[in-house]
Nanobody
Framework: QVQLVESGGGLVQAGGSLRLSCVAS????????MGWFRQAPGKEREIVAA????????TYADSVQGRFTISRDNAKNTVYLQMNSLKPEDTAVYYC?????????????????WGQGTQVTVSS
């Protein structure tokens, strides 16, 4: 079983930055594709960014393209989400997730493990 623990959330003013981290337990992290999702109050969970096991392929939601950057450090079993130019509409609980099959473009239901989430609040 893989455990994922997110950190780095908080309250920030619009235009500010935050960096989220997600640390994974287990020895096979380097073979997993990883994703960041978010869920705002009253809305469905949505994909924010994803990164393949090698870090060579990344994908982003249109709403965050150019502002957010996903990266990973397989030696530290950690995936990051650097969030710049934050907007109030980025306010949500952010979750990291792991796809043990290492798919290049996993869908939401391809992810096998989920963290508990970290709150990001952007004030206007």
């Amino acid at each position: 079983q893989v455990q994922l623990v997110e950190s780095g959330g908080g309250l920030v003013q619009a235009g500010g930055s935050l960096r989220l981290s997600c640390v994974a337990s287990g020895r096979t992290f380097s073979s997993y594709s990883m994703g960041w999702f978010r869920q705002a109050p009253g809305k469905e969970r949505e994909i924010v960014a994803a990164i393949i096991w090698s870090g060579g392929t990344t994908t982003y939601a249109d709403s965050v393209q150019g502002r957010f950057t996903i990266s990973r450090d397989n030696a530290k079993n950690t995936v990051y989400l650097q969030m710049n130019s934050l907007k109030p509409e980025d306010t949500a609980v952010y979750y990291c997730a792991a796809d043990k099959d290492g798919l290049a473009y996993p869908r939401e239901n391809d992810y096998d493990y989920w963290g508990q989430g970290t709150q990001v609040t952007v004030s206007s």
